[in-house]
């Protein structure tokens, strides 16, 4: 361990659960020598496209609150759509404000998409750089692959379709997010049974290391279309609950 004034400690443990996203637990587990091939790789994010929508007022004859319409993913439907308003930007604080009703209602679109885990996909140590510590930092490698193009377009064209269907119109046309922005990254310690793939065991221990687990977004071997917060802490309890089933 080292402090902040940059002071060195050994610390042993008979468990240790590393729990520090998906690209500082590999970082460290690269920077330990581990010698399994998947630490790093296979990394996945959620595709993000964003576009503004706004709509008249005068074609409601109903009193219009905020709006909160959600289109989940399916098996066959690789992403999901929500729809937030009216006033994008205070949605989330609406309730703590009193506003004059506007003539024009804006609305945010976002789709989240499911992407396929690939090897070249990765974090890795870069060698020319380091952290104040001295400690090597990372350099990311990301694409989407044409499966993923194909998830991403076939997004697009269902918020522009929703819009149509709804009387919407598009005043920002549907855009997708640079990767990165969404900090729904995954996959970089990924669970799995075969250690040539995988980091770590189903209960997120690291192949062949005894004691040494991993309990965040780096275990899901891919995410789904929505936020993967809820399915991370189910992991972690479900890991917790495996160590101490063994002690």
């Given amino acids: 361990m080292i402090t902040s004034d940059h ?53 409601f004859g109903e009193v219009l609150g905020n709006a909160s319409i959600m289109i989940p993913s399916t098996a066959d439907r690789k992403y999901m759509i929500f729809l937030l308003g009216t006033d994008p930007l205070d949605y989330w604080w609406y309730h703590y404000k009193e506003k004059r009703l506007q003539n024009e209602l804006r609305l945010k ?24 510590y001295g400690v090597p930092l990372l350099s990311v490698q990301f694409s989407y692959s044409e499966q993923d193009k194909a998830v991403i377009r ?39 049974d075969n250690p040539a793939t995988s980091a770590t065991n189903r209960y997120g221990q690291i192949h062949g290391v005894p004691g040494l687990y991993v309990a965040d977004n780096s275990a899901q071997p ?18 917790v609950d495996h160590i101490l089933e063994q002690t």
């Fill in 109 to 132: 679109y976002f789709g989240l998409a499911t992407i396929e885990p690939r090897f070249e996909n990765q974090v890795r140590l870069d060698p020319d750089r380091r952290d104040s």
């Fill in 154 to 192: 076939e997004l697009t064209a269902s918020i522009r379709a929703s819009a149509t269907a709804m009387g919407l119109e598009l005043y920002d046309n549907p855009s997708l997010l640079p990767p990165g922005l969404d900090n729904h990254e995954a996959g970089t310690c990924r669970m799995g």
């Fill in 7 to 59: 002071k060195t400690y050994n610390i042993q443990a008979k468990t240790v659960i590393l729990s520090a996203s998906a690209f500082e637990t590999p970082r460290i587990l690269l920077n330990s020598d581990i010698p399994l091939e998947a630490i790093g790789k296979y990394l996945v994010n959620q595709p993000t496209v964003v576009a503004s929508a706004k709509v008249k007022r005068k074609l």
């Fill in 222 to 239: 891919l995410t789904g279309a929505a936020n993967p917060t809820l399915t991370t802490v189910a992991l972690a309890i479900r890991t």
